[in-house]
Structure formats: C-alpha cells, structure tokens
C-alpha cells in the first residue's frame, strides 16, 4: 500500500455565535466594514471553560464515525494547533486519552493557518513510508483566546472551531501530494509576540500588519495553486473543487480567479465561521462533504496560508 486516502471527514463548532453586530458593541467598527473587506457575517466562540480539545474531541470522533473506524485501530494522532489546552501535555495527547486511543504516537504540530496542511503532509508521508496505517488529523482552534478584543483590525477576524480527517492506507491515491513552505522572515508582520516563553506573558496577543498579510497571501497562494497542478500535469480545469484556507473571501476570490475556477468551485464558510486558523480547511471540507457537494473521485485543491510565514497545499483525489 503505496498511497493514502481520505477515509472519513468530521467538524464541529462550539455553539456560541458572535455577529458582527455584537462586535460593533465592543470596537469602533460596523457591520458592513467586516463584510465588505473579510466576508465575514458571524463567528463561533468557545465560553468559558471550554477548550481547543472539547472541540477537537467532537470533531475526531464524527471523523472517525465517517471512516467505520473506532480509536483503537490508529497509529497515529496529529493535532494542529496554536491553542493548546496546556503547555503540556500536547493536545494530541489530551485527545488521545479522550478517545481511548492508547499507545500509538500523539504529537501536536504549530504551523499556525497553514498547521493542517502541515499535518496532512506529515500523515501522508507516514503512511507513504509504511509507519502508519491509519491517521487522525485534526486542525483545533480557540484563536479568540489570543485576541485584543479592543483592537477592531484583528478581533473581527477570527473564529474557534474544530476539523478532523481520517487517512488510512491505499493501494490508489488519495492524496496526490502535499507541498509545504516557511519564511521566518516575515516573523514580525503576523505574530503573538510574547508568552510565558520569553518571560512576556503581557504580550500574548494577536498582531498583524493586515495589508502586508494580504498582499503576500494572495501572491503566495496564487503561485503555489498553480505550481500543485502543473507539477502533475492537470489542467485548471482538472480541478474540481478548491478548498482554501478561510481568511479572507477577497483573497478566496484571487486565488480562484489564478486558476480559472469558477466561486461555484470553491468551498467557502469564511462568513459563517469567520478565520479559524488550522481548523478552516478541514471544517470547510468536512461541511462539503456532508452536504454532497463533494463526491468521491472528484480532485480536490487544499492551500492555506499562515503566521510564520508558513504556507502549503494539498492535492487529492477524493
Ligand atoms: N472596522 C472598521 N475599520 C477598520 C477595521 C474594522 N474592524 N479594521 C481596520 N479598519 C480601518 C483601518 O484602521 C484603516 O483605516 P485608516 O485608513 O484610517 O488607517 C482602514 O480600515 C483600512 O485598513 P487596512 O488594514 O488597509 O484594510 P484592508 O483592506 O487591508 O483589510 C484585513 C484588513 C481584512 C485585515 C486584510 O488586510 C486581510 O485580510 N489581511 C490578511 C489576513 C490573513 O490572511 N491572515 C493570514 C492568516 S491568519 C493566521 O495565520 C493567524
């Protein structure tokens, strides 16, 4: 068994809905800023109390419900998260004791928005090399917990939610390949610049220069959607559906636009569930899935981008 394929999808939001009116409340903003510049109608957040594997837990076990699998038959588990419940443990392995997936590898993996596709390439080459033959990746976020929600240029922004997949070993792909980048450079334009870590606690938010994030995002994306496909031979109109990570509906739009594909094609939630970080893509996806719009056989684009920089795609046949 050579490849890896997607055996199940699960997601789960918590039940708290913020919209943008709430948040016109709080800062000095309106509704129809939000919606014109993100997309963004409303977003899910944790209360109190609840935590980034509350919501990573729901959503794995719907995953591994999807994939007629139960806990005991993984090899491994991924989490990928900026949110961690605690320094440690890692999430991985607060989930694992949760499932009752005793004994196989648990790690937790920091890519910040593009964490889930770095978690699928880890996944995928596991079970390439024969280390695995059945993985759960979860993306997991409470961002709100990060914010300042006095700052109107982030706080708008973000979203908590919860999205796992199921991969497990094939004799056909599956997943197609998986490509994955970092630039430390651009460290300062999107960061949470202190912590416990460096003895800056007081600092544990959420800053970015939004404008540069963008402009980069979109150039990066645009390059790296094309690069996928043409490295194997496929068309743009190959495609059937791109699932992108959900920050932005205007970056959404430029990254569709670089391959020809129609907003049909594309999978969005960004106005429902705002940016949910490492969890955006696999919620997306999961949702698509349920509701039939994506069909087993169909080729299917991931790309994300992220803090970092840290940016990738993944290319499947679903
Ligand atoms: N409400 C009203 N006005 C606002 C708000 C708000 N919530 N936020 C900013 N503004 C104001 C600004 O102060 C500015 O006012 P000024 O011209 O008087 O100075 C004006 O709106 C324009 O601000 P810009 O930052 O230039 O607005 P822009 O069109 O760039 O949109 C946004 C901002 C939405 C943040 C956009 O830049 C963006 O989406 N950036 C990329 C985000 C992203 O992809 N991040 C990567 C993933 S996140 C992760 O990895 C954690």
């Not at 890519?111 to 759960?136: E, P």
Request: proline fraction near 3%; include cysteine; charged fraction near 20%.
């Amino acid at each position: 068994m050579k490849f890896s394929r997607i055996l199940g999808t699960g997601g789960y939001l918590p039940s708290r809905v913020m919209t943008n009116a709430e948040l016109e409340a709080i800062v000095d903003t309106t509704d129809s800023w939000i919606r014109e510049r993100t997309g963004i109608e409303k977003r899910h957040l944790v209360s109190e109390g609840e935590t980034c594997c509350d919501l990573a837990e729901i959503a794995a076990q719907r995953a591994l419900e999807a994939a007629g699998l139960q806990p005991i038959d993984l090899d491994l588990i991924l989490v990928a998260t900026t949110t961690p419940d605690q320094f440690f443990p890692s999430t991985a392995c607060l989930l694992q004791q949760r499932l009752g997936a005793h004994g196989c590898p648990a790690f937790d993996l920091q890519a910040v928005c593009a964490g889930f596709v770095y978690a699928m390439d880890v996944a995928d080459k596991y079970i390439r090399i024969g280390a695995a033959r059945h993985v759960l990746v979860v993306g997991a976020e409470t961002l709100s917990r990060l914010l300042d929600w006095s700052d109107r240029t982030t706080c708008v922004l973000f979203g908590d939610g919860a999205g796992a997949v199921v991969l497990g070993a094939a004799d056909e792909p599956g997943i197609l390949s998986t490509h994955i980048h970092a630039d430390g450079t651009y460290k300062d334009l999107l960061q949470v610049p202190g912590g416990h870590g460096n003895g800056r606690p007081d600092l544990a938010y959420l800053e970015m220069k939004g404008n540069e994030v963008f402009r980069f995002a979109v150039t990066t994306l645009g390059r790296i959607a094309e690069r996928t496909l043409e490295v194997h031979g496929l068309a743009k109109s190959d495609l059937d559906w791109l699932i992108p990570h959900q920050a932005n509906i205007r970056i959404i739009q430029a990254t569709a636009r670089k391959l020809d594909l129609p907003m049909e094609r594309v999978i969005v939630t960004v106005a429902e569930h705002g940016n949910t970080s490492s969890a955006s893509i696999p919620l997306a996806f999961d949702q698509a899935v349920r509701d039939g719009r994506i069909q087993r056989g169909q080729t299917l684009l991931m790309e994300a981008f992220g803090g970092g920089f840290t940016w990738g795609s993944v290319l499947v046949q679903y």
